[in-house]
């Protein structure tokens, strides 16, 4: 047979390995631009939250003071008799009460700040919640940029 030429070995490759489903860290990289977007991110996050955590703890001893001046009118009037006259101050002028509505006025004053207190705990909680985790997100990123 003319042209038929001599089997040849061939070397037998093994198939090249598949990529894994998850990479691992060691070969994960962001890019430069991007890392640095999102510690940017990351950081006005953690530090609008800080200035609002601030805004409310003031707004939270404000609401505190105001109701302890409502509670220290209370008090008073508790100690004036029962016929005394009594004014309350409306803009420029002076408008007479009688007392059981003025007390009524500064209790039901103190309900609702206590309520706006509660209020305020609650975002002050969210506020310190997102701090951290926004802080921790970012130390996480610091330290796995060093590894």
Do not use: W
């Not at 002076?94 to 500064?106: G, I, N």
């Not at 004053?109 to 802080?135: C, F, P, S, W």
């Amino acid at each position: 047979m003319y042209g038929a030429r001599a089997p040849t070995s061939l070397p037998i490759r093994a198939p090249p390995p598949r990529p894994s489903p998850q990479p691992s860290t060691a070969s994960m990289s962001i890019p430069n631009e991007a890392l640095q977007k999102l510690i940017s991110d990351i950081d006005a996050r953690a530090s609008s939250s800080l200035q609002q955590l601030q805004m409310v703890r003031t707004q939270i001893s404000t609401c505190n003071r105001e109701i302890r001046l409502l509670q220290l009118t209370g008090e008073e009037l508790s100690s004036l008799p029962a016929e005394t006259r009594v004014f309350e101050g409306v803009g420029k002028m002076f408008v007479h009460r009688q007392m059981p509505d003025v007390k009524a006025r500064l209790e039901n004053e103190e309900k609702g700040l206590k309520g706006d207190i509660t209020d305020l705990e609650k975002k002050m909680r969210y506020l310190e919640t997102t701090y951290v985790n926004a802080r921790e997100g970012l130390d996480a990123i610091l330290k796995g940029g060093r590894s």
